[in-house]
């Protein structure tokens, strides 16, 4: 009987000893590079690992005590049989951060960032939208100016106080905006319809823009649509995932009737009313 308790104590002791000569330099090493790899991915990826994250934090720290204990032997011959249980505490720590990797990348516990997690502290806006009426056209380059000596004509707001009327020579018709939508085609929001203006900025900040989703996958200033002359045009403001159109990456392009626009992880489809 005494036989059979002392085989597994040699081998107990063994393991030990195994630990504090190379063993502890390779599980410490081991719980770092895990911890720092779920740390940073999760970072880059946008998403909630709160829990990988602490697990294999607290893996890392176990490790610590024994590689300072291989570092100092006589320390270690001072505290009786603490060395022991450190040493099974960290082969036991070292397993836990090979499982919190292991179910990190199969995604267990994994899921996106709410958008609230990804703001920083908030700069001023990138670029300011208009909201005033369109601005008219530029006149045709075949039109030309009246003489000098032609009499214009004066619009005068007679409501207002003689210093503060407000006097307009010769004012342009504006040019009518044509009927336009991009409407969600996916996620919580689909079938969200949003009638496109003269200037469009379209992010997840409602705060910056005239067209917001709240995707965590989107920029805070993801694209712009603007009315120009040939047409609705779209433009990448330097987004993080770029901007998709009918599945081809594009920094600029005009938007035809039924093309499909992905930013971020949200689509939307363009609709336009072409008049005849």
Known sequence: MPALIWLPLVDVLALVLAWYRWGVAVGLAVTVVTTLWIFFDSQRRQ????VWRVVSLLAALVVVPGAVLSLAP???????QAPVVLALLGFLAVAVAFLCLLLYTLGVGVSLAA???????EPEPLFTTVAS????????AAV?????SQPHTQVVDLSRPLDDRTRVLNPAPERPLPLAWLVVMNGPRAGKAFRLQELNDIG?????????VEDPTMSRQHARVRLEKEGFVIYDLASANGVLVNGQREQRRKLENGDRITLGQ????FMIVKEE
């Open 47 to 50: 998403v909630q690992a709160t």
């Open 115 to 121: 958008p609230a997690d990804l703001l920083s502290p």
């Open 266 to 269: 949200t689509v939307f489809g």
């Open 133 to 140: 009426a369109p601005a008219p056209p530029p006149p045709p």
């Open 74 to 80: 006589d320390l270690a011959s001072a505290l009786g």
């Open 204 to 212: 997840r900040d409602s705060r910056y823009n005239t067209i917001s």
């Open 144 to 148: 030309t100016p009246p003489p000098i």
